[in-house]
């Protein structure tokens, strides 16, 4: 059973915000880097953003770079997602997950623990 869980997500016009939180209910996440992932329709799911266990350092995939930023609240065991200027090609399905790993290392394949996702739809 998975331990995390994205929400936030929803229906929202281009370049418009929105903003994703992932939390856990039983994991303590300070203790791992977390990675915001998404998987558009058809196709595979493919790396968002990392953020290291102490806040630094973020890693963030081109694609989003500038846009959309990575936090944490470690006190409210939360991550943070926040988008801005969104596109119909950021429509997917947005997950989070833990891993060990520094946050270059920011590939689906070393993370582990993760949530269902959380649809975002870019749309007029």
């Known amino acids: 059973q998975s331990q995390f869980a994205e929400s936030g997500g929803g229906l929202v016009q281009p370049g418009g915000s929105l903003g994703l939180s992932c939390t856990a209910s039983?994991?303590?996440?300070?203790?791992?880097?977390i990675g915001w992932f998404r998987q558009a329709p058809g196709k595979g799911r493919v790396g968002v953003a990392c953020i290291s266990i102490g806040d630094e350092p973020i890693y963030y995939f081109d694609s989003v770079k500038g846009r959309f930023t990575v936090s944490r609240d470690n006190a409210r065991n939360t991550v943070y997602l926040q988008m801005n200027s969104l596109t119909p090609e950021d429509t997917a399905v947005y997950f989070c997950?833990?891993?060990?790993?520094?946050?270059?290392?920011?590939?689906?394949?070393?993370?582990?623990?993760w949530g269902q996702g959380t649809q975002v739809t870019v749309s007029s």
């Open positions: 997950a833990a891993s060990n790993v520094s946050p270059s290392n920011c590939y689906e394949g070393l993370f582990v623990h």
């Open positions: 039983t994991a303590t996440l300070d203790y791992y880097t």
